[in-house]
């Protein structure tokens, strides 16, 4: 299985990513998940958050859910970015993209390892406003 | 033996500092040396049950017994994504 992690204050730039997607003959599905901060934290407004990531910690935590996704699914990509920094309101701070055979595993296996990251990837937000 | 303890996300806003070294006795435990550390910073208490714990790059339990040169870390539930 490839598979891809990348942490970064730059903006995430889904056309980008998905211009150098590849994937082999076999695959049926691909799922793009991003995740966009909302203009409402809780019941407050915001204008963005500001994400902090223990990068060492996030990296070696999601090679472990990698593993565990490899275990599960016949999942032959996955490639996962995740934005630090300040993220406005709007923006994605999460992109998550899963090859496999068939929608099924692929939908299994994105919404698996969103879950485990927000449980256990050592990443902080901290919502702004003006 | 020492160890160095980090704090992370809002817990650094609780104890003022980023790290902490420790001077402990050898057979030292992960939930002794949490202990320590609310004593010394003691508006982490609040957070004690929440608090997550690591040793180097693992999660590890309360009865995990460090060595000599450890990094601890101490973080908040976690909020990715």
Known sequence: MKTELTISTGAIDEV?????????KGMGAVICFSGVVREIEGDAPITAIDYEA?????????????????????????????????????????????????????FAACQFIIDEMKQKVQIWKKPMST | MKISVKFWSYFRDYTGCAETALELAKGTTLGETHAAV????????????STLKAVGLEYEDDDFVLSDGDVVSFFPPLQGG
């Open chain 1, 16 to 24: 980008a990513l998905a211009k150098c997607r590849e994937m082999g």
């Open chain 1, 54 to 106: 223990h990068e060492q910690m996030a990296r070696h935590q999601v090679g472990l859910l990698f593993d565990a996704v490899e275990k599960r699914w016949p999942v032959e990509s996955v490639r996962v970015v995740h934005r630090i920094g300040v993220v406005p309101v709007n923006e994605s701070s999460l992109w998550v993209e899963m090859i496999a055979p068939h929608r099924a595993e692929a």
């Open chain 2, 38 to 49: 609310l004593d010394e910073f003691p508006k982490l208490a609040g957070s004690k049950n």
